[in-house]
């Protein structure tokens, strides 16, 4: 089998971020996936077993590919405004830079991993993630 066609036997596993309009860029965008058996969302300085840290680009479609086995998780971004590599929050603990987790629309609750999971299930999986800001 050569690399093309072994490329195209692997599972993966894309993340389409949906930028609101008041969004620009985003030079540092970190995510996080979380397995079942990790904490969920991870504390400050915690990190799960899928984490990285890449840029967005206005009026480009930005696509976050992982290689993800079979298996349920969670996922949560933000997009890091002032360069100190955590999310910033309020004296509530709400989010002051813009944000992002899997299935949750409630901005005052936060997230656990049953109410931010999926399933990957298939060897390819599409996640629309769409950013929340402040």
Same mark, same amino acid.
Request: proline share 4%; net charge neutral.
């Given at each position: 089998?050569?690399?093309?066609?072994?490329?195209?036997?692997?599972?993966? @596993?894309?993340?389409?971020?949906?930028?609101? %309009?008041?969004?620009?860029?985003?030079?540092?965008? #970190?995510?996080?996936?979380?397995? +079942?058996?990790? +904490? #969920?969302?991870?504390?400050?300085?915690?990190?799960?077993?899928?984490?990285?840290?890449?840029? &967005?680009?206005?009026?480009?479609?930005?696509?976050?590919?992982?290689?993800?086995?079979?298996?349920?998780?969670? @996922?949560?971004?933000?997009?890091?405004?002032?360069?100190?590599?955590? &999310?910033? @929050?309020?004296?509530i603990g709400m989010p002051n830079e813009p944000y992002c987790v899997y299935k949750s629309n409630?901005?005052? &609750?936060? *997230?656990? #991993?049953?109410? %931010?999971?999926?399933?990957?299930?298939?060897?390819?999986?599409?996640?629309?993630?769409?950013?929340? @800001? *402040?």
């Open positions: 089998m050569g690399f093309d066609e072994a490329f195209l036997y692997r599972k993966f @596993t894309i993340f389409y971020v949906r930028k609101l %309009s008041n969004i620009i860029n985003c030079e540092k965008f #970190f995510v996080t996936i979380c397995g +079942e058996d990790e +904490e #969920f969302p991870p504390k400050e300085g915690g990190k799960c077993m899928h984490s990285l840290q890449t840029k &967005l680009i206005e009026n480009k479609e930005n696509n976050i590919i992982f290689n993800l086995p079979n298996g349920t998780y969670a @996922t949560a971004c933000f997009c890091d405004k002032n360069n100190d590599e955590k &999310l910033n @929050t309020n004296w409630n901005k005052i &609750l936060k *997230p656990n #991993f049953k109410n %931010s999971s999926f399933d990957i299930i298939n060897r390819n999986t599409i996640i629309n993630l769409e950013i929340k @800001t *402040p």
